[in-house]
């Protein structure tokens, strides 16, 4: 198949036996690649009611059919599995340059299942696959071991790996890849590690084969000059995401002091101006991009290197945590990636525990001692260790905030800032309800990679609650994953306004089949209406209440900064989901109809 | 004429590397490619970037006089008169004379500039 | 003093010119500018100012080129 690396590699850890299968033609003509194939496999393979830690649970490493290519951040990888920390779908993107080597080694997919006896790491060298022994490794950062495999394999293989907090099953531990890119959210790292498998390496040598060479060269050459035209591109190459924390806080929107703010005081010290002149080296690029944002850092305060930090851990760690020195955020962020953990759910986790010692929910007696306050960075920095290790506070946060509200009560819940059981990430929402209806209705969990929609909630009034909002959130559900699905990045798009009519033709001269923009958001739908079956059939009595914001969002107004007195009632909340579930041909608990099934060829599933 | 690098501003993406071995080769392949990219990560942090500065060493030592410039002044290895002696290779002092198992002879950047195209940070220009 | 405002993107329609210069008192700020032409100063994620990024309440100084960039579409 054109574009196609061509084969699933299947690794069942628990007899160690390895062997590559065709990709079928069916797989990829329905579900693509990526987030579609993730899915899908999911969807039919891991029998229901898995336990996610245990060795019925998979993991699926999908490129997808421009991963590799000459196109814009083709080097997305999604990584698919059944989520420790929220018990249902869960699908993590990582750039850097992963899916790319391994559609050269000739696999579109890396299907993990089982459990290793001791340690391993998977070796991919083209044909040649091994599991190899991964003790030495074992206990060790992420950084640290990707140095040492580049090392002793070469600087050619491309490494995933975890670090302590996936060997230990937080459920928040990440996937970590290319010295800072991260597939962060959801648990895939402690999924990794309850199968005992410490790292990926692998190599591919050869070249990807295209349908029409002449139209693909032409295409990609139309695309690139697109971006390098963007008016945007010198702005977004100095600051990447961290752009964006001005204009939050401006607008609001900045997580501050665990989301009971929009606007933090101490932003100007997080600012990408500001980070760019403090700690900024290298603009670092995933492949293929000529829009780095990747801003890789060296903190002369405390000695580290890190990519980073972007917006997300700027906001979680930065504004959520009230630390407003770029560098402290910059050292929070190096301790997530070396141990391994999602840095969106590891702040909003910190800042959580910080309110709750705050409001006396825990105390010393729960601290060891230590006195857990906002902008404080020596207690960050302790709690993601303990969160990594398991110990202290760490014990309880590592399974999530909405767990350590269960456990601690005394009304902590309504400081968890959680859908789904999954950490809000960086856009306090209370006045941007479109937004919010991103984060109630998002298919992993409270995260923005599937609808931004602040933007839109600003241009035609941020009050509203309408209709049209509700269509725009889920326009975006079809098109921002689809890229997640095709293996490449979406901020050319996002970002620079690159116009979306290039990526239709482009596919098609690299795979030759003919299929519109249209066919693929048909494509897209159906993967979206699939991952909420999965939803359906894992979480028991999954529904509608599944689906509510955060009760933070309608129980009180936001305490400060330009939206202060602002919050989005559970009525409109709750009139926002009518009209999405009406939209989306969902009935009233947000059950997909068999109508709706039918359309989108699910109802044979 | 030759291709200039500005390693300093190299974001390590590999699209020259993918536009290379497409011009040369028409093939999808950035490991098959005229210029090497060598991050040095984590410490410090940087990507460099080698290029052939068509110096002519190849040319200089090639045993079968397999090497000569093109209308672009670039040189480059004829693949049939070649005897496969990388004599080239060794005495590049860029090493940027590359080898494939499947290929008889070495090849080399042949100053075409379609690297440039993709490359969004202006690390190269051929002049 | 003059400033040179130049927008990008979708906003360009909220302005009279791809480039738009304007007369203003000394220490007047983005954000002042903007309110008096009428558009709304959220839409304009970034302003960059001699191609650095400052604050919408920054104070602009003679001959700056201030370059507005809304986000479409977030991370």
């Known amino acids: 198949m054109f574009g196609y690396g061509g084969r699933i590699l299947r690794v069942d850890l628990s007899s160690g036996r390895t062997w590559a299968e065709p990709m079928p033609e069916e797989l990829a003509r329905d579900y693509l690649g990526g987030r ?10 891991v029998p229901q009611g898995t336990e996610p830690l245990s060795p019925a649970n998979r993991l699926y490493v999908s490129a997808g059919p421009l991963s590799g290519l000459l196109v814009p951040g083709a080097g997305k990888c999604d990584i698919a599995c059944k989520s420790p920390l929220t018990g249902g779908y869960a699908g993590a993107s990582v750039g850097g340059l992963l899916s790319a080597e391994m559609k050269c080694a000739g696999y579109d997919t890396i299907a993990i299942q089982g459990a290793a006896a001791k340690p391993v790491y998977l070796f991919i060298d083209d044909d040649r696959v091994e599991l190899r022994d991964a003790t030495p490794y074992w206990g060790q ?14 600087e050619e293989f491309q490494i995933a790996t975890i670090g302590p907090a996936g060997e230990a099953g937080v459920s928040f531990a990440c996937i970590s890849h290319d010295f800072g890119r991260q597939a962060g959210r959801g648990g895939v790292g402690a999924v990794m590690g309850s199968k005992k498998l410490k790292a990926i390496a692998v190599r591919g ?65 997080l600012s990408g101006e500001t980070m760019r002149q403090a700690i900024v080296v290298t603009d670092k690029a995933c492949f293929g991009c000529p829009s780095p944002c990747g801003k890789y850092s060296f903190s002369k305060k405390h000695g580290v290197h890190v990519e980073g930090p972007e917006y997300e851990t700027t906001a979680l760690i930065g504004g959520d945590c009230a630390l407003g020195n770029i560098e402290d955020v910059a050292y929070a962020n190096y301790l997530c990636d070396e141990l391994g953990l999602d840095t969106i759910s590891a702040g909003n986790a910190v800042a959580f525990a910080i ?13 060891g001692g230590l006195t857990l306050r906002f902008g404080d960075p020596e207690v960050v920095f302790t709690l993601l260790r303990q969160i990594a290790g398991r110990q202290g506070l760490g014990a309880t946060l590592a399974r999530g905030v909405k767990h350590a509200a269960a456990t601690w009560g005394k009304g902590a819940e309504a400081y968890a800032v959680q859908v789904k059981g999954m950490e809000m990430s960086g856009y306090e929402s209370r006045n941007a309800p479109a937004m919010l209806l991103a984060y109630m209705t998002c298919d992993v969990g409270a995260h923005h990679n599937r609808a931004w929609a602040i933007t839109y909630d600003i241009a035609v009034g941020r009050d509203a609650i309408t209709p049209d909002k509700v269509a725009r959130v889920i326009e975006l559900q079809h098109i921002r994953p689809l890229f997640d ?12 306004s690159v116009d979306l009519g290039h990526y239709a033709p482009i596919l098609e001269a690299i795979t030759g089949v003919p299929r519109s ?15 909420r079956l999965y939803w359906l059939r894992e979480v028991p009595g999954f529904g509608r209440a599944w689906d509510a914001p955060p009760e933070r969002m309608w129980r009180e107004p936001v305490a400060t900064g330009p939206t202060a007195g602002k919050q989005v009632a559970r009525a409109d909340a709750e009139r926002l989901l009518d009209m999405y579930y009406q939209q989306r041909g969902w009935d009233s608990d947000g059950r997909p109809t068999a109508a709706k099934l039918a359309e989108l060829g699910l109802d044979r599933l | 004429m030759y291709l200039h690098a500005d390693s300093t501003r190299c974001s390590g993406c590999r699209a020259c590397q993918l536009a290379c071995s497409l011009h ?7 490991k098959k490619s005229a210029l090497a990219i060598i991050p040095h990560f984590p410490d410090p942090g940087t990507f460099e970037v080698r290029t052939c ?8 030592v090639c045993p079968a006089d397999a090497i000569h410039q093109n209308d672009r002044g670039a040189y480059t290895i004829d693949a049939d008169a070649c005897t496969g002696c990388l004599a080239c290779q060794e005495a590049c002092p860029e090493q940027v004379i590359f080898t494939r198992p499947e290929l008889d002879a070495p090849f080399k950047c042949d100053a075409c500039g379609d690297c440039i195209a993709v490359c969004g940070m202006d690390v190269l220009s051929l002049s | 003093m003059s400033v040179q405002l130049i927008p990008v993107g979708f906003i360009k329609p909220y302005f009279p010119a791809e480039t738009v210069p304007v007369e203003v008192g000394e220490g007047k700020t983005t954000e002042q500018v903007l309110q008096e032409l009428g558009v709304n100063g959220d839409l304009v994620a970034m302003v960059l100012i001699n191609g650095r990024q400052a604050a919408k309440n920054e104070p602009l100084h003679d001959g700056d080129v201030v370059k507005l960039i809304p986000f479409v579409g977030g991370g």
Do not use: M
């Open chain 1, 485 to 496: 699905t095709l293996g490449a990045c979406r901020l050319q798009w996002v970002e620079l």
């Open chain 1, 205 to 269: 040598s050869h070249a990807i084969p295209v349908a029409d060479l002449a139209r693909y060269r032409e295409l990609a050459r139309a695309l690139y000059a697109a971006c390098k035209a963007s008016p945007g591109l010198e702005a977004w190459q100095r600051y990447g995401t961290a752009g964006v924390t001005t204009w939050a806080n401006e607008i609001g929107a900045f997580p501050t002091r665990n989301f009971s703010s929009g606007y933090f005081e101490g932003h100007p010290g």
């Open chain 1, 355 to 367: 309110e709750c010692f705050e409001r006396g929910i825990i105390g010393p007696q729960d601290s």
């Open chain 1, 141 to 154: 950062g992420s950084l640290t071991t990707e140095k040492a495999l580049k090392q002793a394999l070469g």
């Open chain 1, 36 to 45: 579609g194939v993730g899915a899908y496999l999911l969807y039919r393979e």
């Open chain 2, 24 to 30: 040369l080769f028409g093939e999808n392949n950035p």
């Open chain 2, 53 to 60: 500065t068509q110096c002519g060493t190849c040319a200089d």
């Open chain 1, 517 to 531: 923009w249209q066919d693929l958001l048909h494509i897209s739908e159906r993967i979206w209406n699939l991952t």
